[in-house]
């Protein structure tokens, strides 16, 4: 068992030392995503923030009352929207023209968690800082690498597909379709993981931080 954890982590390791230029560039985009979403949060219109702010409200009061979805619902809901996201982009990944999707890919999932992170942090202040710290960034220490090492793979195949078919036509990928997919399925396991933890534990960390909130009444 150690040995299989040392030849995995070392592959792990010799594939990010690889692909450094790759995970450098997928993580200046996300960032890049972060920050436009924070930015867009300037551009809402007085209407658009109130009605964000009720519907907040609205989820503080549930979070309060213990009326939000069951766990068991809300890891199904979880894992399903992971996983689609996790399987379309192993998808995008066999095709040649899926680079730019993952891109975007990418760059939405960052300009979701900024977009976030403002309202929260520009609506509420530290106390809004301190529910995005329980509510968003926990799972998303998963989550994210996740979708880095999904998209850099991806792309990584997707780039091998061009020199291969399109260029130099230099035999079968199979090997490398297969380490591609192994790391899929790799990926997937964090991801449920990321899921439990979003189920089971966010909903505790949330309500620790709703009382300081002051937007029940």
């Known amino acids: 068992m150690k040995a299989k954890r040392k030849n995995l982590g070392d592959t792990l390791k010799l594939h990010v030392r690889n692909q450094m230029s790759l995970y450098l560039f997928i993580t200046v985009l996300f960032m890049m995503g972060v920050v436009f979403g924070a930015v867009v949060v300037n ?7 109130e009605g964000l702010l009720e519907y ?7 979070l309060e009352q213990n009326t939000i979805a069951e766990p068991q619902i ?16 192993w998808m995008l990944g066999l095709s040649i023209i899926g680079i730019p999707l993952i891109l ?7 300009l979701v ?26 799972q998303n220490l998963l989550v994210v690498p996740a979708m880095i090492i999904m998209a850099v793979s991806g792309i990584h195949f997707s780039l091998l597909l061009v020199r291969n078919r399109l260029i130099s036509r230099r035999g079968s990928i199979y090997p490398e379709f297969l380490a591609y997919s192994g790391l899929v399925m790799a990926m997937a396991v964090v991801l ?6 979003e189920a089971y534990l966010s909903p ?4 620790m931080a709703v009382p300081s909130v002051g937007m029940l009444n």
């Open 56 to 62: 907040l409200g609205y989820f503080f009061r549930g």
């Open 113 to 138: 968690i900024g977009f976030t992170v403002g309202f929260l942090v520009s609506q509420l202040s530290w106390r809004g800082l301190w529910f995005a710290f329980l509510s968003v960034v926990p």
């Open 74 to 89: 809300a890891f199904q809901h979880s894992m399903g929207d992971h996983l689609r996201n996790l399987g379309l982009m």
């Open 192 to 197: 449920v993981f990321a899921s439990l933890f």
């Open 104 to 110: 975007i890919l990418i760059f939405l999932k960052g």
């Open 43 to 49: 551009t809402l219109s007085p209407a658009q923030k």
């Open 204 to 207: 505790v960390l949330m309500r």
